[in-house]
């Protein structure tokens, strides 16, 4: 093992980085564009729902585990192993995840990096750099790559200071400015027209759509993928928590913060989509589709911002950058995983293990970028669609069938002597055994035959 092992120096310094974690474009992009594709209000039903009575319990026995364990993921799930294959297993879902996080790291990257460039966009204009501000608007291989890099050198350079002077230093700055810009962007566009209509479209569910099966498999991998479920990077975090902390109201400010964002940003984006439309964008087919789902914050957004005269040039700034913050503090979580393992494993200094998986990750990023078309939908496929919902089962599992009863409950009540007079105490362990595993397995298996 190398030098003594980081933790997070207070409970806000936790919050923040796990929440930092959770939120991301997941929310800020992903959520509200799924919420506008998927039948609106209906949707954000049904992903509350999830949320809370699924991943919720999903992310505290990841937690839970790595608290357990305080250790990278393979030797936090290894801990709770007893007979010889279970460690085995141990070491398919705990490397598998950090994997998984790499992956995702290697396409979250590219989108950070369009978000980097539509940062900048707004400076160049300002400074009357026209050609520049062209090239930076406009998709290009050179542009991708560079941006791309850009992001993941940020990533590496947060994540080789370590847990407290890196992440939490780090988490602590940006996710309260994050809340702040999303505020007084929504105050801005609520005095557009076209926004109550929007507004009605996100709050007014139409409970007619609410049990389709597709609307539901979405939901839960929104869900997954926000609360960074099976990566091993809620694995991670817990092993940094002191074992004082209560870590169940913990998990419940996290998630409570993830799912309060998403909502808040579909207050922004939904109601920002409706007021292109009334100023002539193209959003919506005849059919009511939405048009261009993944690109659409930078079609429908630009044109929202060049509506507003030469302020729009910061509001689209604020924007961007704000995209960029919540980018960041979802990659250094992603490349906390791999990094941790490496270090404790391989005994290698914190720097070094950081550069050279940086470098590697930055290898994969480059070549999807350079395979756009063929590579980047396969990855989130495989990374978001599959194997997240798969690793997330799995530790379902291990805390469920593995974990040795006594000492799960043991460690239930650490940092949380009163904990077997509340309701997470009666219920947790046997929801977690049985109804998180089925129904995850079920709306698995439904996503995998559709
Ligand atoms: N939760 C992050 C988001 O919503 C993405 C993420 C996935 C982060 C997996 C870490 C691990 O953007």
């Given at each position: 093992m190398s030098a003594v092992r980081g933790e997070f120096s207070s409970r806000f310094g936790f919050i923040m980085a796990a929440a930092g974690s959770a939120v991301g474009l997941g929310n800020i992009w992903g959520f509200p564009t799924q919420t506008a594709s998927n039948g609106g209000a209906a949707f954000l039903v049904a992903y509350l729902v999830l949320a809370f009575f699924l991943a919720y319990p999903a992310l505290m026995a990841e937690l839970m585990i790595g608290r357990h364990g305080q250790a990278n993921a393979v030797v936090s799930l290894t801990k709770v192993s007893n007979k010889p294959w279970q460690k085995h297993f141990a070491f398919i879902v705990g490397f598998g995840g950090i994997l998984c996080a790499g992956f995702i790291l290697s396409f979250y990257a590219i989108v950070a990096g369009w978000m980097l460039s539509a940062t900048a966009q707004p400076i160049a204009t300002l400074a009357g750099a026209d050609a520049a501000s062209l090239w930076l608007s406009e998709q290009s291989l050179t542009r991708n790559i560079i941006f791309t890099l850009v992001f993941i050198v940020l990533t590496i350079a947060i994540i080789s200071?370590?847990?407290?002077?890196g992440i939490e230093k780090w988490s602590k700055r940006l996710m309260p400015a994050l809340l702040g810009i999303l505020f007084l962007l929504i105050a801005y566009v609520m005095t557009q027209e076209g926004a109550m209509e929007g507004l009605k479209a996100y709050l007014?569910?139409?409970?007619?759509?609410?049990?389709d099966t597709q609307l539901i498999v979405s939901a839960l991998g929104q869900a997954f993928f926000s609360l960074s479920l099976g990566t091993s990077v809620m694995i991670i975090y817990g092993s940094y928590?002191?074992?004082?902390?209560?870590l169940v109201s913990l998990g419940a400010y996290v998630t409570l913060i993830d799912v309060f964002i998403a909502f808040v940003a579909g207050l922004l984006i939904i109601p920002a989509m409706y007021v292109a439309q009334a100023q002539g964008?193209?959003?919506?087919?005849?059919?009511g589709k939405l048009l261009s789902e993944d690109t659409l914050v930078f079609q429908v957004l630009p044109a929202l911002f060049d509506g507003m005269g030469s302020v729009g040039l910061f509001v689209g700034f604020a924007f961007f950058a704000l995209m960029s913050i919540a980018a960041l503090t979802s990659s250094i979580s992603m490349l906390e995983a791999p990094v941790s393992y490496t270090v404790e494993r391989f005994a290698m200094k914190r720097i070094q293990a950081t550069w050279l998986i940086g470098v590697l990750i930055a290898v994969v990023s480059i070549t999807i970028v350079c395979n756009l078309g063929t590579l980047f939908g396969l990855v989130i496929t495989l990374t978001t669609k599959v194997a997240q919902p798969l690793l997330g089962l799995m530790c379902c599992i291990f805390v469920?069938?593995?974990?040795?009863r006594n000492s799960l409950l043991q460690a239930i009540q650490e940092?949380?002597?009163?904990?077997?007079?509340t309701l997470f105490w009666k219920v947790w362990p046997w929801y977690t055994k049985f109804v998180c595993p089925i129904v995850i397995g079920a709306v698995f298996v439904h996503s995998i035959l559709s």
């Open positions: 200071r370590g847990v407290e002077n007014l569910p139409d409970f007619s759509s609410i049990f928590i002191s074992k004082k902390e209560n964008v193209e959003i919506f087919s005849a059919s469920g069938w593995i974990w040795y940092g949380n002597p009163e904990v077997h007079n």
